[in-house]
């Protein structure tokens, strides 16, 4: 499977205050969304169109993936501040 990549990268904080990690394709917004705590509905969401991407169930869209993945980072508090 190719890497659906995110132009321009998400960027969100990390366990390290001051760090961020840039998200910049499917697969890596997936595994972030695991390893939060708060899960609301943005983050359902946003799971759900990266699943959906990575098992081809839609046309691979990556920017609608990456979208809601910024959506669920804002509502959870995990966007990192420019």
Do not use: N
Request: glycine fraction near 6%.
């Amino acid at each position: 499977m190719a890497i659906l990549w995110f132009s321009p990268p998400v960027y969100v904080k990390t366990e390290h205050d001051g760090f961020r990690y840039g998200v910049h394709h499917v697969e890596a917004a997936a595994e972030e969304l695991v390893l939060w705590t708060k899960r609301g509905p943005k983050w359902l969401e946003a799971e759900r169109a990266c699943v959906d991407v990575m098992s081809g169930k839609v046309s691979p869209q990556p920017q609608q993936a990456r979208d809601t993945f910024e959506e669920a980072a804002k509502e959870e508090g995990m966007i990192f501040p420019d």
